[in-house]
């Protein structure tokens, strides 16, 4: 029987190459004691730090991703760990992959590789994936950069969580003082992000990894990535979607309607999306935002290798479905039946 540890993030990443990943506050707990309730109350067997978990305390139902906290859960009988944390290469989980336990999540090395956006971007580039022109700016260079990306123009970490931190610019005054900020707080690191702005409609794709799934009641095997319906953002503020933490995305998301999804510019972009899916190796759901330009044409400019997983498990939370969720209930899941087809998909490490 599988008895599940869910992990949450207990420290900030370290820096890589002069770049930070920002925290979320909490660590993803939030979603980590809404994953793990929702396992709980279907009948699957959860491993807690707390022997009587309080509802509304996320950190009653998680552990942390440290070596005590990992060490913990294994003592309590735990064989399967929900990833719900920042991955990297050399995250203490790695220390515990020749043990015979189940993982659900990305490789972290993996992780390590695709969370550089703009390596990311280039990869995808070089493999005819249509994306944003982009560029980088560092630390060193703030002063006498060129750019060959017209404003107005989009400012991002290189290691960023969806719309944290993300900016529009209007014009060269404007991006130069807030590149002094930017560097001068170094909650991003060393080098930002600079792309060019989308003005189109906005969507996000959910792809979710080879595998066998349950849908309508059918087993099904899936050969390749494969993608949930797109959903729409809007709602936008100076031109980018708010941050989830302060605007919940029930209330700037939904689900595109049924012509939209079918149509033969929707149906290209799950190709892209897919095929990055492959590229990146996938082992669980990543998400990917999508744009249109000028043209109308839709362009991949960001890939989120941890999406969010919250949901209305909880009393509290009713108003918690992620953009994934979104996705999963058009083709017919609930909360539960994602998690339950997330957890289909636990591996092992190969000997």
Not at 86 to 100: A, C
Not at 193 to 203: A, H, R, T
């Amino acid at each position: 029987m599988q008895t599940i540890a869910i992990l949450y993030q207990s420290k900030l990443p370290p820096n890589k190459n002069g770049i930070q990943k920002p925290m979320k506050a909490g660590g993803y707990s939030d979603s980590g004691a809404d994953i793990a309730y929702e396992l709980k109350r279907n009948g699957f067997q959860i491993i807690t730090p707390d022997q009587k978990p309080n509802i509304e305390n996320d950190k009653d139902w998680v552990f942390p991703d440290t070596k005590n906290g990992i060490q913990e859960a294994l003592k309590k009988g735990a064989n399967t760990f929900w990833l719900n944390t920042i991955l990297y290469k050399n995250h203490t989980i790695e220390s515990f992959f020749d043990q015979d336990i189940k993982f659900v999540g990305q490789v972290p090395s993996q992780v390590d590789i695709y969370d550089d956006k703009f390596y990311t971007n280039q990869l995808l580039r070089e493999n005819q994936i249509p994306i944003p022109k982009a560029h980088l700016i560092s630390l060193e260079d703030q002063a006498n950069y060129l750019l060959n990306i017209d404003f107005p123009l989009v400012v991002k970490p290189v290691r960023g969580r969806g719309s944290q931190g993300v900016s529009l610019f209007k014009n060269k005054k404007e991006l130069d003082e807030r590149l002094k900020i930017i560097f001068y707080k170094n909650e991003y690191g060393s080098s930002v992000y600079v792309e060019q702005y989308l003005s189109g409609q906005e969507i996000t794709v959910t792809v979710m990894p080879a595998g066998d799934y349950t849908i309508k009641n059918k087993l099904k095997k899936i050969k390749k990535p494969w993608c949930l319906p797109a959903v729409k953002r809007f709602n936008h503020k100076d031109g980018i979607v708010p941050y989830n933490g302060i605007v919940a995305v029930m209330e700037n998301s939904t689900v595109l309607e049924n012509d939209e999804l079918t149509s033969i510019k929707i149906l290209e972009v799950y190709t892209q999306c897919e095929k990055v899916g492959e590229l990146l190796n996938i082992k669980a759901p990543i998400r990917i935002d999508c744009r249109e330009d000028g043209n109308g044409d839709y362009l991949l400019f960001d890939v989120n290798m941890k999406p969010n997983v919250t949901g209305p498990s909880r009393p509290h939370r009713k108003n918690q479905d992620s953009l994934t969720l979104l996705a999963s209930r058009k083709v017919g899941w609930n909360y539960i039946d994602l998690l339950k087809n997330m957890l289909n998909q636990s591996w092992k490490v190969s000997c």
